[in-house]
């Protein structure tokens, strides 16, 4: 292990490793664990050859295999022949991120829970109706297409060229939601220990995503008007990313609106690095102002690696599954490739649905817009009677109220808060970097009847907060 200059780092990083209890495989097993908890192992660095780390710890080899075949076991690294062993990109980590994320779900836990975790529009009766009978079409069509039905890519198209960014169906690609989109392009782009950019705080669904590539991930600081292009610069000047992500509307989690000018450099400098670039347009329909949002940040550069992502699931329904990306000419090949080798395409009932529903785009807008308007009305009214001590910005759109608390903790707040009937993410689970554990994502597509319920379960769960000051408060 002399020759090898990652030495003193790992015998740093083990230094203690005899400590612990139990035999030797044992105590190096914890070590290693607590390596890739404490963040000094980072998702898909590389663990050193058993045959060197072995001597630098004055054991045999068989005690090193056997501690990382129980590591691989418990899913803490992977290993292949002739790759060696790293430390899995989905491996524990001791952020409140992962301890508190819980896989995507409503309905599952106790009835009378409120779900403040994710944001979903919630269907009407005469809704379901009517995507029953707009389903009724598939079933006269010829079963695959991989790249989405041809009819629905149309609509697509024409939509983004009547909006100024002139598009050709053969350029969209209909995915299983935006979330199959980010996925396959982060899968294409991103390889172990690339580097990447997204906002932070972001949409934590992006961040999983490109986490589980292995790349390196860098946080761009979102102000009050969404990223500061000179922060990108300075990024991509130090690091070189991949890929970047960027929600420029209505962002997740905080309601920035990048401005025009700002959408205009940062577009230049995308174009000059050659950096391909995710332009999430999720939220970009859910605009509550008079006047529309600026137009989409790949408009100010039509020849740069702009992939733009959209779904229904925030405008109609999430449960329809439906979303799509907007392709470059240079990467509509391989992100093609990639949706058909993922599942041969999407559910035809699904996007029959959606080419009902995109017929009359302009009133599916508003219905939404008045919907959901009304809700941040009444969630942030209740928030300034009962919680007055916690702060936002009401946003001209999107769906959720970022919240500073007065105090840190808030993600001891939001295991208090279960109790309570009240599930919550901590705001900082979606941070890049770790941030502030002050923030609190409150979105406003709960049932509006159980908004005042859901608030005084908030209110009640805040003073037991309060009256149990955890460790934060001494800092
Ligand atoms: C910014 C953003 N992008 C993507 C998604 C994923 O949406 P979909 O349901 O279309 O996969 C979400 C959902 O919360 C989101 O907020």
Same mark, same amino acid.
């Given at each position: 292990m002399t020759a090898d200059p990652?030495? %003193?780092r790992w015998a740093a990083l083990l230094a203690e490793w005899r400590r612990g209890s139990g035999t030797l495989q044992t105590r190096l097993t914890t070590a290693l664990q607590e390596g890739v908890t404490t963040g000094h192992l980072r998702p898909g660095e590389r663990l050193p050859a058993e045959r060197t780390l072995a001597p630098l710890l004055g054991v045999s080899r068989s005690t090193v295999v056997a501690a990382y075949d129980d590591l691989a076991a418990t899913g803490w690294v992977t290993r292949r022949v002739g790759s060696g062993t790293h430390v899995s990109p989905t491996a %524990?980590?001791?952020?409140?991120?992962?301890?508190?994320?819980?896989p995507v779900t409503s309905g599952r836990h106790a009835e009378d829970t409120l779900d403040f975790t994710i944001a979903v529009p919630l269907i009407t009766p005469a809704q379901q109706e009517r995507?029953?009978?707009?389903?009724?079409?598939?079933?006269?069509?010829?079963? *695959?297409?991989?790249?989405? !039905? %041809?009819? !629905?890519?149309?609509?697509?198209?024409?939509? *983004?060229?009547r909006e100024g960014l002139p598009t050709r169906p053969e350029q969209v690609v209909v995915t299983s939601g935006a979330q199959q989109a980010i996925s396959l392009i982060a899968g294409?782009?991103?390889r172990r220990g690339d580097h990447a950019l997204l906002e932070t705080p972001t949409y934590f669904g992006a961040i999983d995503v490109f986490r589980a590539t292995g790349a390196e991930l860098h946080g761009v600081p979102v102000g009050e008007r969404g990223v500061n292009p000179d922060d990108f610069a300075h990024l991509v000047r130090a690091h070189g990313p991949r890929l970047a992500f960027l929600t420029p509307t209505f962002q997740n989690p905080t309601g920035t609106v990048l401005p025009a000018r700002a959408r205009e450099r940062l577009a230049a400098?995308?174009?000059?690095?050659? !950096? %391909?670039?995710?332009?999430?347009?999720?939220?970009?329909? !859910?605009?509550f102002a008079d006047t529309p949002p600026p137009a989409r940040l790949s408009t100010f550069a039509p020849g740069a690696s702009v992939i733009n992502v959209g779904s229904l699931s925030k405008l109609y329904w999430a449960?329809?599954?439906?979303?799509?990306m907007r392709l470059p000419a240079t990467l509509a090949g391989p992100l093609g490739q990639a949706k058909t080798l993922a599942d041969f395409g999407g559910s035809l009932p699904s996007q029959h649905i959606a080419l009902n529903l995109l017929d009359d785009l302009p009133s599916l807008r508003q219905e939404r817009r008045e919907k959901v308007s009304a809700a941040r009305d009444l969630l942030s009214g209740l928030l300034r009677i009962h919680l007055p001590e916690w702060t936002f910005r009401t946003s001209d759109g999107g769906q959720y109220l970022w919240i500073e608390l007065p105090s840190p903790g808030a993600s001891r707040f939001t295991h208090l808060a279960a109790p309570y009937g009240v599930r919550l993410f901590p705001g900082a689970s979606m941070g890049v970097e770790p941030l502030p554990d002050r923030y609190l994502r409150l979105p406003f597509t709960l049932d509006p009847a159980r908004l005042p319920e859901a608030v005084m379960r908030l209110r009640a769960a805040w003073d037991?907060?309060?009256a149990r000051p955890g460790q934060e408060g001494l800092a």
């Open positions: 990652d030495t %003193p %524990p980590r001791s952020s409140p991120v992962m301890t508190l994320r819980t995507m029953t009978a707009a389903s009724q079409g598939a079933f006269q069509e010829s079963v *695959y297409h991989p790249h989405g !039905l %041809p009819e !629905l890519r149309a609509v697509l198209a024409d939509s *983004y060229t294409t782009l991103l400098l995308i174009a000059d690095a050659h !950096l %391909p670039t995710i332009e999430d347009d999720t939220l970009y329909d !859910l605009g449960g329809l599954r439906v979303g799509w037991d907060f309060q």
